[in-house]
């Protein structure tokens, strides 16, 4: 096989009036994948989740791939405000939604970064909902945020016959205790504001030396805390979470 045929094999282009979801992984952007690569190098429009500021995790993961292109692309950002308030965050993915189907209808490719991936609480499911059923829709997976913790730690997630579950921070104290109490590893997410109310449940349920603490994996501000008396007792940054395993693991 010729080197052109082979290289060809591994080309990848968006097709028009098509919507691609792609994860850029959990930060460090050598982490992002070949396929999200030639995404973003390929498609007619770029957009992703940016704060009210104007500023773009996903965007800013994607930075170089991004200023790689040989030809600008029509970039939109969703500013979304960071809410528990989900009727503000369904106006923001409406809005969005009208303008990408705009694109959409007049024959645009376009792809939308998502911080880890796609369908792991990722803003694309929102508006894969809304745009679904009336286009061409991909995904293409990213690294998680739990595997770039997993191997920070250098820890298993799973072993044999271990059982694993991931929460929200934003699950109450009941299913979260009850979700330490039933499974040997957990991780839970979007643990910023709740680190408090976390750190007391892992004491109560006695996983306190089974945790782990990470935030901006993969990021220049990376932080990792594996003796939780470290840790603050106070609330920390959107992007943390706790990875909980045993420290007996079967063989």
């Known amino acids: 096989m010729s080197n052109n045929n082979s290289n060809n094999q591994y080309a990848y282009k968006a097709t028009p ?10 930060g460090d952007p050598l982490l992002l994948t070949l396929k999200t690569h030639q995404l973003i190098q390929s ?3 770029i957009s992703y989740i940016g704060n009210t500021d104007g500023h773009s995790q996903a965007r800013e993961i994607a930075r170089h791939s991004i200023e790689a292109r040989t030809s600008a692309a029509e970039e939109v950002m969703v500013k979304m405000p960071m809410s528990t308030n989900r009727s503000l965050a369904n106006q923001a993915y409406d809005e969005a939604a009208m303008l990408l189907r705009q694109h959409l209808a007049a ?21 894969l909902q809304r745009l679904g059923g009336d286009f ?6 990213g690294i998680t945020s739990v595997n770039a913790a997993a191997a920070t730690l250098q820890q298993p997630l799973t072993l044999l016959q271990e059982s694993f579950a991931v929460v929200s921070g934003r699950h109450t104290d009941q299913q979260i205790e009850q979700t330490l109490a039933q499974h040997d590893s957990v991780v839970i997410m ?3 504001q709740a680190r ?3 750190l007391a449940l892992l004491r109560q349920t006695g996983r306190w030396q089974d945790g782990h603490y990470l935030e901006y ?7 990792l805390v594996s003796n939780l008396d470290d840790l603050e007792d106070q609330a920390g940054p959107y992007f943390s979470l706790f990875v909980i395993v045993r420290q007996e693991r079967p063989v």
């Open 136 to 141: 061409a829709c991909q995904v293409v997976p």
């Open 190 to 192: 979007k643990a910023g």
């Open 196 to 198: 408090p109310r976390i």
């Open 107 to 127: 024959g645009k490719s376009v792809v939308f970064l998502c911080e880890g991936d796609p369908l792991f609480f990722g803003s694309f499911s929102y508006l």
């Open 43 to 45: 498609a007619d429009v």
């Open 217 to 223: 994996i993969g990021r220049d501000q990376q932080r």
């Open 17 to 26: 009036a098509t919507f691609y979801g792609a994860g850029v992984g959990p």
